[in-house]
């Protein structure tokens, strides 16, 4: 098979141009998508290849992505399909659909070796790999599911919906065990908070709450912020929250850093001229290392900023990409950007600078 990817070459001060690289994927096998050249690549990076233009891995936006390991991760997309995509050696692992409405999120549960999707069509379904029929399904939200995420061990699993309701799952039986419905509480996302009894969760109402999971009540709730908060994150350390909000030619579009133990607001992270539709700690962020974040925005770009200053240190566009959507962090460092028009994008740090090296 002739090669896909190409390094793009480097502007300076805005990262890199992504090679326009990917591949007709076919559901349901694993289909080799290029050959990495000589050598082996730094931290998992391609080496270079010659440009070719081919078609996206999904065949409408991606909705959103999320990391299974180093060299694995997931992405959903609003046609309907869940896929686990090999980063390295950029191949096709393993497909899944059956949702009846557009994919909204997925998750990992790495206890488990679970494949979450959340979809338009109110449900929730666990995949596991090798098998392409779902092995569990959520059923009991009335509205669009907007958000999932399991916690530590796997064995829970968190959602909310555009139903006004936030709903905690047994995984194993797939039965609901708490509920808890807030008026005009239009749920975005949702994140456990890593060695706690908490949760955090961002909504429509602009708010952005901690629950108890003991009685999943709300313990206090930040600063209402100007616009709708569209996704949030939590640190590794369980210290700090990142929310991240909606707006329009550069009114609202901020980032927002919350001190979770100080309960007070750390930072505003402002530059993006649209909506932000996702941020995410960089792994170690925190915990006596720099508290690094990293944003996706519609305007097409994916900034990097020092969380504790506010300052942006890195800025890296997007051309045709369209608006993002949704980030994902590796542990090696390597960013997953999901977008309208042009799949997943990867990025990487290389000398502090975020570089676009394919998507696909």
């Known amino acids: 098979m ?14 890199q ?26 931290r998992g990076r391609l080496a270079s290849m010659p440009e070719t233009s081919v078609t996206s891995v999904h065949s409408d936006a991606v909705a959103s ?25 950029q191949s096709l692992v393993e497909s899944w659909s059956g949702h009846d409405g557009a994919i909204t999120k997925v998750c990992y549960g790495a206890s488990c070796s679970g494949i979450f999707s959340a979809s338009r069509d109110k449900t929730i379904k666990l995949w596991n790999q090798g098998n392409p029929r779902c092995i569990q399904e959520f059923r009991g939200h009335t509205l669009v599911v907007s958000a999932i995420h399991t916690n530590a061990d796997s064995t829970c699993l968190c959602s909310g919906s555009r139903d006004n309701t936030v709903r905690l799952w047994d995984v194993e039986s797939g039965s609901c065990t708490r509920v808890n419905t807030i008026p005009q509480n239009l749920v975005t996302d949702v994140k456990f908070v890593p060695d706690s009894s908490l949760l955090v969760q961002t909504g429509e109402d602009k708010e952005v709450r901690v629950f108890d999971l003991r009685s999943l009540e709300p313990v206090f709730s930040f600063p209402k912020k100007q616009y709708i908060q569209m996704c949030c994150d939590v640190s590794l350390d369980g210290c700090y929250i990142c929310s991240s909000s909606n707006g329009f030619s550069g009114n609202g579009c901020e980032a927002t850093v919350w001190d979770l133990r100080g309960r ?13 539709e996702a941020c995410a700690f960089l792994s170690g962020a925190g915990a006596g290392s720099p508290l690094l974040v990293v944003t996706a925005s519609r305007d097409c770009s994916v900034k990097l900023w020092d969380g504790t200053s506010g300052d942006c240190l890195s800025d890296c566009p997007l051309s045709g990409a369209g608006p993002l959507t949704s980030l994902a962090v590796c542990p090696d460092g390597r960013m997953l950007v999901g977008s309208f028009n042009q799949g997943v994008h990867i990025l990487e740090r290389d000398t502090g600078s975020l570089q676009s090296l394919l998507h696909f």
């Open 264 to 276: 007070r607001l750390l930072q505003e992270l402002r530059g993006h001229h649209e909506a932000v």
């Open 17 to 42: 141009r992504p090679a326009s690289a990917a591949a007709v994927m076919d559901s349901r096998t694993s289909s080799h998508l290029g050959e990495v050249g000589a050598g082996e690549a730094r």
């Open 2 to 15: 002739g090669k896909l990817f190409s390094r793009p070459k480097h502007r300076k001060g805005q990262g």
């Open 65 to 89: 992505v999320a990391i299974v390991s180093p060299g694995l991760c997931l992405s959903g997309s609003k046609d309907g399909v869940v896929r686990l995509l090999n980063l390295n050696s």
